[in-house]
């Protein structure tokens, strides 16, 4: 039996992540569980986030069969591709991003896609994405080039990865978490922290960016059985997928959105975006407010697709910049009589 750590990686984040308490946040919500987040923001280069962890796993695996261009593709904004392109300029790797969506004005993050050094090729629709990557690298291997393709979100097995590891540093922390809330969308996070998980009592609730809950479940046990190949053995994973708090669509800020945007930057100094983060936040508040946790049992957001982009978006009066930090929000049980919990795989830290 394998484990993550049997699986090169190129050695550019900063783990683990530490854990820390949001009290101000809890008192606002009434009690109830204690809040905590796990600040995947702080992974590092491209502004941190959820892909550092993936894309390390993938990158690596390029350099060893010898790539000497790496191709993906997101949305416009997307926080894969401009990670990706951070790391590809330290591996010293040509880029190509194939991106769709409405480019003008030129995001900030297109900006920092291009500061990286990767090529854009702009498409309109999603499902143009796949065979304009298919094209690119079909032209480059015949100009004997030799590419390698990172499939959206580096969300396969290898890159779930990084969140088996991430699932090991909330395990090693000391606290016993009731619930692991994130961001859900192309899966790979989900199915690591599932995979990772899966032997605890900690549940692992994804809140869908974009589509249904089926569809996504379905993308994560696919991934997780692959999780289970690559570390030979078998993984029995419990998926559970909130399409509940999407809105309208994807991108397309909600009031609850707004309500915890606001929330976990009034209260606790952090700042979600509309796309990701604050959805899934909304969701784990939702659940706060229902009282599916115990009160006292602490609750810890975590930072899945973290990572960096400024986001003007006009509501009526206000405008936003905003750095994005996915989170995986938790539940936990914590020893009362213990304040601070510090190992060399992870740190705790209560409010003074």
């Not at 783990?15 to 109830?32: C, D, H, Q, S, V």
């Not at 809330?181 to 989900?190: D, K, N």
């Not at 990772?196 to 609730?205: F, H, K």
Request: charged content about 25%; aromatic content about 6%.
């Amino acid at each position: 039996m394998k484990s993550w750590r049997s699986f090169p990686q190129m050695g550019a984040g900063f783990y683990p992540t530490p854990i820390e308490e949001m009290p101000r946040l809890r008192k606002a919500l009434g009690g109830g569980p204690r809040l905590f987040i796990k600040r995947d923001d702080y992974t590092g280069p491209g502004f941190g986030g959820n892909k550092v962890r993936k894309v390390e796993f993938v990158m690596a695996r390029a350099l060893a069969e010898g790539a000497d261009t790496v191709i993906t593709t997101g949305g416009i904004r997307s926080n894969h591709a401009r990670v990706t392109a951070a790391l590809a300029a330290r591996a010293g790797l040509e880029c190509h991003l194939v991106l769709n969506g409405d480019a003008a004005p030129v995001p900030a993050s297109t900006f920092l896609d291009e500061l990286y050094g990767a090529t854009i090729h702009h498409v309109v629709r999603r499902d143009q994405r796949d065979p304009t990557m298919e094209r690119i690298a079909s032209e480059l291997a015949a100009a004997r080039r030799r590419p390698y393709t990172i499939p959206l979100g580096a969300s396969l097995p290898l890159g779930a990865l990084g969140y088996v590891r991430a699932a090991e540093e909330i395990l090693e922390s000391g606290v016993a978490f009731d619930a692991v809330f994130h961001s859900t969308s192309s899966g790979g996070t989900q199915a690591g922290l599932a995979a990772g998980l899966a032997d605890s009592e900690t549940r692992v609730i994804g809140i869908s960016a974009d589509d249904s809950a089926i569809e996504i479940a379905a993308r994560v046990g696919e991934i997780v059985g692959g999780i289970g190949d690559l570390l030979e053995k078998k993984i029995e994973a419990k998926i559970d997928v909130d399409a509940g708090f999407v809105g309208e669509g994807y991108g397309i800020p909600t009031a609850a959105g707004e309500e915890a945007l606001d929330l976990f930057a009034r209260y606790e100094g952090v700042v979600l975006d509309p796309v990701y983060t604050a959805k899934a936040a909304a969701g784990m508040i939702a659940r706060v407010r229902a009282g599916n946790f115990a009160k006292g049992n602490p609750c810890c957001s975590c930072t899945p697709a973290g990572n960096w982009r400024c986001l003007a978006d006009n509501r009526g009066a206000r405008t936003r910049a905003c750095r994005v930090e996915t989170r995986l929000d938790a539940c936990a049980r914590l020893d009362p009589c213990v304040d601070t919990v510090s190992t060399r795989h992870a740190r705790v830290r209560a409010p003074p």
